[in-house]
């Protein structure tokens, strides 16, 4: 146990970043209700209940990444005046980790700008999570729906202190951008819905972030997995663009004018040289809806393609009970949480090596 604190202490350190919400809180509601300014939560798509719901994905989250990434340093949770609850469980399974764990409260990385607070825009936030005392410069950032279900290693990650980015590039999305305006005149003008607000598009707002660094007309869509980022890189950006940075703070919930900060970063380390582009490795899930033996077949092809080492499970808030527990049963396994049960990916990997 020493020996492993030791390591990570004395080598050039990678943490991980993950931010995490729990909207059935009912101090967090009362945060929220002054800023709906009586407008239902559903007519306002970045306040939409689903967007803040936890069934407990954090606890796998975390899980997952002691269990298959070792050379993590520390995992930063940043919440607003919440606890993940994750502590018995690290102190369960890898309590040499324990200290590794560290929750982020909002008002530590909004310091100096305690005006936007609080903020339930996940733009906001992301925008805000190299400011952590005592980050790595190299970090990685993921959403709490997001695991690791294989051993990776820092060079999945980092190339020559680069970030590796997992994803492919896409043509402009002025189209889909016309749609939008349109969708909006005819809800606000036709229909009458003054309070009509669209959705933000994943597809949408990565190429507005390739704009902003004037990237008019392709943009790299990355996709549902860890993103590695660099502490410096965002510090020495923002530093120069302070009003863009604001600007992107203002919003109280996520909108579809606000740029992605991932993204935004991962355009500019391709604008300064970045080559490192690799495909996603990842497997996505929206259990929701689907046919009778959905689960069993995405479960098959995480199991049998050893190429997949990310895993995005959505919407997880809106399944079943008995889907939720088939996937969660199902994480227990993965991981090795099942008393005298290893991962089941461990032990396949250990038999063909």
């Known amino acids: 146990m020493t020996n492993l604190t030791e390591t990570l202490k004395n080598t050039d350190p990678t943490d991980v970043v993950i931010c995490w919400v729990d909207g059935s809180d009912p101090h967090h509601q009362q945060k929220m209700t002054p800023f709906l300014k009586n407008v239902k939560r559903s007519s306002i798509p970045g306040a939409h209940p689903t967007r803040f719901a936890s069934v407990n994905e954090i606890r796998y989250c975390v899980l997952s990444v002691l269990t298959f990434a070792s050379f993590v340093r520390n995992i930063y949770i940043v919440t607003d005046e919440q606890d993940p609850g994750v502590h018995d469980d690290v ?54 729906d997001v695991f690791l279900i294989r051993d990776t290693r820092k060079e999945d990650f980092f190339l020559n202190e680069r970030p590796v980015l997992r994803g492919s590039w896409c043509f402009d999305q002025y189209l889909r951008l016309s749609w939008k305006k349109l969708q909006g005149r005819v809800h606000k003008y036709l229909l009458g819905n003054k309070n009509f607000q669209s959705r933000s598009s994943f597809h949408l707002v990565q190429w507005m972030s390739a704009s902003y660094l004037g990237m008019k007309w392709k943009y790299f869509y990355m996709d549902h997995t860890p993103h590695p980022l660099n502490r410096k890189a965002a510090g020495n950006f923002f530093m120069k663009n302070k009003i863009m940075l604001e600007k992107n703070l203002e919003y109280r919930f996520k909108n579809h004018r606000q740029y992605n900060f991932i993204s935004l970063q991962y355009h500019h380390e391709l604008l300064h040289g970045n080559k490192h582009i690799v495909k996603p490795a990842l497997a996505y899930l929206q259990p929701c809806k689907r046919s009778e033996n959905y689960l069993e077949r995405k479960i098959r092809l995480c199991e049998k393609n050893d190429k997949i080492k990310f895993l995005c499970i959505q919407s997880m808030e809106i399944c079943g009970k008995d889907q939720q527990k088939k996937v969660f049963d199902w994480l227990d396994h993965l991981i090795g949480l099942k008393p005298g049960v290893t991962s089941r990916i461990k032990d396949k990997n250990q038999l063909m090596s």
Not at 94 to 112: A, C, M, N, T, Y
């Open 91 to 144: 102190k369960k399974y890898f309590p040499e980790r324990l200290q590794s764990v560290k929750i982020v409260d909002h008002k530590e990385i909004f310091r100096g700008y305690e005006k936007y607070l609080p903020t339930f825009s996940s733009r906001a936030i992301e925008s805000m999570i190299w400011r952590i005392e005592g980050l790595a410069d190299n970090f990685i950032y993921l959403n709490d």
